[in-house]
């Protein structure tokens, strides 16, 4: 390997590693600088650039009112002098004098002059001449006093004006000011129907201005959000419809260490085709008849990926500046971890020699710093070390015989349980013959006890009984058979202990016509392993029981889990004659196998019976469900 790729091998060296771990910590912090300074930056000079165009969009609102301001100045101007003028003798003079205006104004679509009980008594064109105008909010308005005038978007005598050179309904802003007599009483009201289409078409100059200056773009709404002017891909869509997301955008806020935080009039918001956007809107004033009265809106917006050049170019500079410190950092640190980790590479080129056994010590640097105070341990411990090689070789010889003991001993232990699993198997079996041969054979002995009887007594109720020893013979081949078949296939495994029991319990009522009432919870569903096995044995036994002896009309059964799941019960009752169950039986094996089956599983097994009060029979396992 080239000595320069060791050297830079953070596997091969610590100082390399240091080194490395110095050069990332370094760059990490770079970047993280970079990110942060950069932040700075773009937040303060989108700040700026929204400031920019805070003033823009102000500066059209401006304008925009003062144009309406000087043309309700001029209507009002037209009220002052024509006070003298009014009257019924002199339409045709103030007709001229307001076309006169109009070709002066061509903004203004109708001016007319109304007395004060609302009659217009002359108009340009003579349009609405005649017409009452009491109802109409702009005289309503314009009697009122000390007002000059105000500007209202309800149109005046639109029926009796042309539609526009498209044929599209024209629109019209009202403006209507009080005429004053000599001795300050209202003798009529001017009013004034200005092109709503100037007015658009003045805000289209401007943003043409802004868009030629500032690349940016003006756009002007209306009440209902509705673009008036703007680009052509926006003009008539609604403002909100063009955002991609109705959610409120997060400001931008400039970060200024000398005067603390300013949130910047500006937004950045993403509009329908996905590109993002500085977005301003101009802040309304005290008097400003286009957002108060005709609740007008202009907002100005630039693409944000034209306002952040400017960013990306300062922020490319500082990082391009932070990471040359950076490497510088790492450079140093780099040397200077390989001078101080010098002894350290002197230990493990020592240690590598003992593993190779050229050497039997370790080198240990002068002095006492950690490197020193490491080689004289390690050169300590190699020495026990090689002491307590040869006791651990005598004592591998000593395991290994202890091993083989071990083994042999565990094989005996091996042997011992594949016998006591033989004996297992031998009394399953017995208690299977118990259960079902056991009982067909003492049947059909006493059948052939009482065809002996009949022989002697009644020859003729012989054939009869032999039909019975018959059925009885059959039905202990069936139980013989059945017997083996459960050896052979397993329900309670197959399909768990609360269905297996509910299949045997209708299979008995079938068989016997005894009623059952059988209750399982839900969870004994899924118990089905050896114990399981053994509750469905017990069971098997003990209804047997029932059928053969007790003459019981109604039998119950239930199987219980207790909360939780610790416990598991399996109760069988019956009304039949009862039994003593304290007295031994000799001869009978069908109680001692069930205390046998319930001991093998770890159950505990209650019989609770008397004569003439019927038996219980009930199985508790704990725990239950714990497999």
Known sequence: MHPLVRYFDPRRSLASAVGWLVFALAIGLVLVASVW???????????????????????????????????????????????????????????KIFEGVQQVAPEFAWIGMANPQGQVLAATHGAAEGMSVADRPWFALGLK??????????????????????????????????????????????????????????AGRLGQKVRGSAGAEALLLDQDGTILVGPASLEGKRWENSLESTDTPAPIVAVNALWGSDESPSRVERLADGRRYLVVRATPGASDPLRLVLGWRVVVLQPFQDAAKRIRILQGQITAVLLGLGLLAAMLGLLLTRRVTRDLDAIARSADAVRSGAAQRIAVPPGRNEAARLGRALDELLTSLQ?????????????????????????????????????????????????????????????????????????????????????????????ARAAITQMRFNPVRDAGLAAALGDFVKMFVERTGIPVDYTSDAPAGAFADERAEALFRIAEEAMRNVERHAGATRVTISLRVSPGGRELTLAIADDGVGFDAQAAHPGHYGLPGLREQAQLIGAVLAIHSAPQQGTTISVALAPALDS
Do not use: C
């Not at 609102?61 to 002098?81: K, P």
């Not at 699993?421 to 399953?428: I, S, T």
């Not at 009869?464 to 139980?479: D, F, N, P, S, Y």
């Open 387 to 479: 002491r307590e090689r040869s006791a651990l070789q005598t004592l591998n010889a000593e395991l290994d015989q202890r091993v083989a003991a071990r083994t042999r001993e565990i094989e005996r232990l091996a042997d011992e349980a594949r016998y006591a699993a033989v004996v297992r198997e031998r009394l399953k079996i017995a208690r299977d013959l118990h259960d079902t041969l056991a009982h067909s054979m003492m049947a059909m002995v006493a059948q052939i006890r009482l065809l002996k009887r009949l022989w002697a007594v009644n020859p003729g109720a012989l054939a009869e009984e032999l039909m019975r020893a018959e059925e009885t013979a059959h039905q202990g081949l069936k139980e």
């Open 37 to 95: 300074v950069g932040d700075i930056v773009r937040a303060n000079l989108l700040d700026q650039r929204g400031r920019q165009l805070d003033r823009t969009a102000d500066r059209i609102a401006a304008e925009l009112n003062l144009n309406l301001e000087l043309r309700l100045q001029r209507v009002g101007t037209l009220a002052a002098i024509l006070a003298t003028e009014l009257g019924d003798d002199n339409q045709a003079t103030l007709r």
């Open 145 to 202: 006093g000390a007002r000059i005038g105000d500007a209202r978007p309800a149109p005046l005598a639109a029926k009796s004006l042309p539609a526009a050179t498209d044929g599209a309904p024209r629109s019209f802003i009202d403006l209507s000011v009080p005429v004053i007599g000599g001795k300050g009483e209202t003798i009529g009201v001017i009013g004034a129907l200005l092109s709503r289409r100037w007015l658009l078409d003045l």
